[in-house]
């Protein structure tokens, strides 16, 4: 092949853009055979009596499956797909990986066997990293640009708008008559729960001092335990796996109240309760789940019920409650904003953002470990600033997260400060 025959660096640099384009071109052949199987299905929609053309009988997976390019043997198309991740490392350069990902199912397996986690990697690359956590030594540095007409918040990767960045997460507020939902989406516009895109959301109180993390999937370290709450409540009937999708609480977020009325930074207080605090002791691990519907996937042969509404009602009293009420033997993480330092010449309240954040705001935070949870953890992690938000411009944030937390996470604490708080200011 013309791969194997290639000698020189420029060579195989050739070679690698040749296969990423007739990769695409793969793709879309794929997507012109996905349009013209809806076309048949909309055509016999129309009645009984309707024959359908004999031209449409191949899928769209058999013609990727079947392609010259399955038949690769794995040593080589390891090699081609680990230099492909290691040369494209920022974005948009960086979706030839996931081209490489849709070109067939074997395709898809070595891909996943190269591409590494964002904690191992520092690089976002697959929706599912959205879930994963950051790295643990340098941050992932992000952006938040509102938009207050739509009362619309998108997450974009990249150190400003000035460069090139990739869409993230995309939230919207909607306000409610006793609380607001800011609902979470891999879409820009498109916020339906009923949604692929669909990520999560974050419900505030009344007054704005409480806020509770939902995710529209279970938690990947609450499934582990099948000899916990949740086998138990469920009988040997298998449910679908989309039942299982709903409102988890992962996180709550408390500001502390404002009763002296006293000028001064805002307090507040992050519960995970999906990562245990030993993620941050030496030698521990945060939960890190492989694809978005894995969890659900694995766990649906041990979820069952008598009747449907025994199952709705059993899931719901299951996962409105916070995972720590599950997992009793697991203290969860515990973050608290850092506290400034008053500097007289300036008169103002200051943190060391390190150059990202250049406006004074009272959104401003830095989030640190909280010392109630300090067995075993050394003093340095305990300092770490795991998560930073602050003001750059009008309408611009900057956003920068560290392990344990996730891209996703992180977003829903930063839009917690995007909400007025009259009783803590």
Known sequence: MIITQQTSCRGNEMALKSII???????????????KQAERKCVLSRGRSYVAPERLTSSPCLFVQE?????LPHELLFDIIQRIEASEITWPARRDVVTCASVCRSWRETTKEVVRTPEQCGLLTFPTSLKQPGPRDCPIQCFIRRERATSTFRLYLGLSPGDASK??????KIRRATCADFLISMSKDDFSRASDC?????????????FVIYDAQPPCNLLIQSSGVLHKKFAMKKVEPKQLFGNHNVGTISYEVNVLRTRGPRRMRCTMHAIPFTAIQEGGSAPTPATFKEHVQCNSSLVSAVSNRTVQ???CSCFDEPVETIQKNT???TLRNKAPRWHEQLQCWCLNFKGRVTVASVKNFQLVASSGTSQGIPITELEKVILQFGKIGK?????????????????????????TKPACE
């Not at 990769?23 to 349009?35: A, I």
């Not at 669909?198 to 409480?210: A, D, E, H, P, Q």
């Not at 309408?395 to 995007?418: G, N, R, V």
């Open 331 to 333: 203290e969860p993480l």
């Open 313 to 315: 009602d059993s899931i």
């Open 167 to 172: 869409l993230l997460l995309t939230a919207k």
């Open 67 to 71: 392609s010259p390019w399955a038949s």
């Open 198 to 210: 669909y990520v999560g959301k974050l419900r505030s109180n009344f007054l704005r001092t409480k």
């Open 395 to 419: 309408d611009i944030f900057t956003m920068d997260y560290h392990y344990p937390l996730s891209a996703f996470q992180a977003f829903a604490i930063c839009l917690s400060s995007f909400d």
């Open 21 to 35: 384009h007739v990769l695409k071109g793969v793709g879309d052949n794929v997507d012109s055979k996905s349009k």
